[in-house]
């Protein structure tokens, strides 16, 4: 796991933009912590050391963007994304996913996406090869970086504010997020295999 408190210090506003917007779009970013590197930079902000405003706005921008980027690439790359070899940086199966999630629920897989580690970085790429409506993305793009960028951010701000010695709970804080993210995933994944059998 990364030590995301000495992440955060050491990457500061621009690391942080970097970080979310590759996580968003670029098919190599799937496996950098989204939910708690946001998290605890809202904590983090809530003890002085950032600013929570320009967090907010900043990550907002990167998410935005690193989706439209996905999209475009998807666009561009098309079908062949499904046959590309598999590599230490790409998971075909990982697109596949994206794909059946996003054949589910449509247009709401933009924003609910959002809240889903690997499917994230992957549903934008498969928007982009379904050609769907630019202008019905960037609509569902904005609306879903907005709640996901502000609900974590905000979530660490406030209960650093609150909860008195809040760095001691930090880690255990952070695994929760990291279990309850990947709950979804979890229930999709048995829900598919009780079908298959």
């Known amino acids: 796991m990364f030590d995301l408190l000495a992440l955060i210090t050491t990457?500061?506003?621009?690391?942080?933009?970097?970080?979310?917007?590759?996580?968003?779009?670029?098919?190599f970013g799937f496996f950098l912590p989204g939910d708690s590197?946001?998290?605890?930079?809202?904590?983090?902000?809530?003890?002085g050391s950032l600013n929570i405003v320009v967090l907010l706005v900043s990550l907002f921008v990167?998410?935005?963007?690193?989706?439209?980027?996905?999209?475009?690439f998807g666009r561009r790359v098309g079908p062949k994304i499904f046959t590309r070899e598999e590599s230490r940086f790409f998971k075909p199966a990982?697109?596949?996913?994206?794909?059946?999630?996003?054949?589910?629920?449509?247009?709401?897989?933009?924003?609910?996406?959002?809240?889903?580690?690997?499917?994230?970085t992957f549903v934008p790429i498969v928007a982009g090869v379904a050609e769907m409506p630019y202008r019905e993305f960037v609509a569902y793009n904005i609306l879903g970086g907005a709640s996901w960028v502000g609900s974590m951010l905000l979530t660490g701000y406030f209960l650093g504010s609150l909860i008195p010695d809040a760095e001691k709970y930090l880690h255990?804080?952070?695994l929760i997020i990291i279990g309850v993210s990947f709950l979804p995933m979890v229930h999709e994944f048995w829900k598919a295999r009780k079908e298959r059998s």
């Open 172 to 174: 255990v804080i952070v």
């Open 11 to 27: 990457a500061g506003y621009v690391g942080l933009f970097g970080i979310v917007f590759a996580e968003s779009g670029l098919f």
């Open 37 to 47: 590197l946001l998290f605890t930079a809202g904590f983090v902000a809530s003890q």
């Open 94 to 120: 990982h697109v596949v996913r994206a794909h059946d999630f996003f054949l589910k629920y449509g247009k709401k897989a933009i924003f609910l996406a959002r809240f889903l580690p690997i499917v994230r």
């Open 62 to 72: 990167a998410a935005v963007l690193g989706d439209s980027v996905g999209y475009a």
